[in-house]
């Protein structure tokens, strides 16, 4: 049996097989918040996020069977001096900044497994060449987030949850921040501009909902045949760009709702992409507790619901920002809940399938893809 | 020398023996214990050196005061119990 995707639960790893059975694959009792693997690559990775212990970053060789621990990314330590009297707690400015979760990670470069991207929380972006072995914070967006100061959206502190590698060249990268919009560089992570040019944020001061750096995309997504154009489910609404983010256009046709944590694209057209939405935004359960997921074919000028093979009853099924994944055929889809269900559509989102109802909390879901 | 003791369960995910370590203080002991086991280190103390969140260290039986700089006297007869806070969950 071969793995066709990965599933990152709060309790632990597990494998769905192409028998449809899904298996435990290490972790057990451990919270992993992401999970990267390909069909191209020997080496797989997992971050952990122990709740006593910290952030870990495992890597296997051998598809699972075994995980060798690696180092967790750092940040520098803060070279203020420090106060004589004992400390109990100190103020954020003066603490420095200490890795809480790694949120999202990408390999680095085509037919290369030990270059890697890690976004985290508190916000810094991380770089390895070695697989693991050791990390390079990007001081340059690192700045940003400081001299911005950028606040936390679903977490305490700002997060980098969207990495987006273009596919036909691996510097120019686009990283969705929560919150502080979507960044870009061109030169390997030398430089960046925050490329959040038409995104609007309701939720926030008049004078402030345009603002670009306060914009709270809670997923970023890239076609992979059409690189210049993006999805985002922000936490405002959708938004899409046909220009490589160099703006967006805010569409409000989707229903029951356009809020959302996850968003897939189709891989062979930018205009057919999958959202589930829910209420907004201190609720957070599915509209009307009827589970469905929504799909546009036509770039967003129209949506349509799915049901099928969905909760008949009333539902509070979450699906969280990396918890939706699409295969690089665009026929399957791969959707996991906050209520431990997972679920299998084979036919572009129009009907699915229930392969577990009782796995534990899912935080990602991945198709182990040819990338 | 101090002994330091670790709580079993992180025995499951690290080595991490009790062993005896010089130090006035437990940022001292800590020191030497961490120098040479860098990894282990990384479950107790953050990024910057202070203790994580949701661990506990007691000291001769007294939890210690300094989270921060881990400036709690150490005698060479102490006793250093590393442990998870019940915060954690």
């Known amino acids: 049996m071969n793995p066709i995707a990965l599933i990152a639960t709060k309790k632990g790893l597990f494998q769905l097989l192409d028998d449809l059975t899904v298996q435990p694959l290490g972790f057990m009792g451990i919270p992993v918040t992401m999970v990267l693997a390909s069909k191209n690559r020997k080496q797989w990775y997992a971050a952990l996020n122990h709740g006593h212990f910290g952030v870990k970053f495992h890597r296997s060789s051998d598809m699972g069977v075994t995980w060798e621990e690696m180092s967790a990314p750092q940040y520098p330590q803060n070279k203020s001096p420090q106060k004589e009297q004992p ?187 999958w959202f589930v939405p829910a209420i907004k935004d201190d609720c957070r359960i599915p509209v009307d507790g009827k589970f469905v997921l929504m799909k546009t074919t036509d770039g967003g000028q129209s949506f349509t619901t799915h049901k099928k093979g969905l909760p008949s009853t009333i539902s509070y099924d979450l699906v969280y920002r990396h918890g939706l994944d699409v295969d690089d055929s665009g026929d399957r889809l791969l959707m996991g809940s906050t209520t431990g269900n997972l679920w299998l559509s084979v036919n572009q989102g129009d009907s699915w399938r229930c392969l577990s109802h009782h796995l534990p909390p899912i935080f990602a879901v991945r198709f182990v893809k040819q990338f | 020398m101090a002994t330091v003791n670790f709580t079993q369960n992180l025995k499951r995910h690290i080595e991490c023996p009790s062993l005896y370590a010089n130090g006035e203080t437990l940022h001292q002991v800590l020191t030497n214990v961490f120098r040479a086991n860098p990894k282990l280190g990384c479950y107790v103390l953050d990024n910057q050196g202070q203790l994580r969140k949701h661990m506990t260290i007691a000291i001769d039986g007294k939890t210690i005061i300094d989270r921060i700089r881990l400036s709690d006297k150490v005698n060479p007869d102490s006793e250093i119990f590393i442990m998870q806070a019940l915060s954690g969950g």
Not at chain 1, 170 to 192: E, L, M, P, R
């Open chain 1, 87 to 273: 400390q109990t707690d100190s103020p954020q400015d003066e603490k420095g900044a200490s890795l809480k979760l790694i949120w999202s990670l990408e390999f680095a470069e085509d037919n290369n497994d030990k270059k890697l991207w890690a976004g985290t929380v508190p916000g810094g972006l991380f770089y390895s060449d070695d697989s693991g072995k050791s990390w390079q914070l990007n001081e340059s967006l690192w700045q940003y987030k400081l001299e911005q100061e950028w606040f936390g959206g679903g977490f305490d502190e700002a997060g980098i949850h969207s990495i987006c590698v273009h596919p036909d060249d691996a510097s120019h990268i686009n990283i969705g921040v929560s919150c502080a919009g979507i960044w870009q560089t061109t030169d390997n992570g030398d430089t960046w501009q925050n490329k959040s040019k038409g995104m609007r944020a309701e939720y926030m001061p008049p004078e402030q909902q345009f603002d670009p750096t306060i914009q709270d995309p809670h997923l970023l997504v890239q076609c992979p045949t059409s690189p210049d154009s993006f999805w985002v489910q922000h936490h405002n609404g959708i938004f899409k760009s046909i220009d490589g983010a160099d703006s967006w256009s805010e569409i409000d046709t989707a229903n029951p709702s356009n809020f959302g944590f996850s968003v897939a694209v189709h891989p062979k057209d930018p205009n057919t992409a």
